[in-house]
């Protein structure tokens, strides 16, 4: 967690490029109904840009949930 000394524009900037070239990127047509779910991936990679091992913590997400086709579309 960061104290209030880290926390400046600079790195809310770094957040807002790295979601701007991901939705640009990646994602070409987005749905507003899952907004929340882009952002909530782009947080985690942002907060885990540093981490050594963010490829073992995608995979053990992974493991934990389970959406059907169902409830993505409902």
């Not at 899952?34 to 907060?47: A, I, M, S």
Request: proline share 0%; aromatic share 12%; hydrophobic share 40%.
């Amino acid at each position: 967690m960061y104290s209030d000394g880290d926390i400046h524009v600079n790195g809310v900037e770094n957040f807002r490029n790295l979601l701007k070239r991901g939705l640009i990127g990646a994602f070409h047509k987005i749905s507003v109904k899952h907004l929340h779910r882009y952002l909530n991936e782009f947080v985690f990679r942002f907060n885990e840009r540093e981490s050594e091992s963010i490829l073992w913590l995608v995979l053990q997400n992974c493991e934990q949930k389970h959406m059907r086709y169902a409830e993505l579309i409902s």
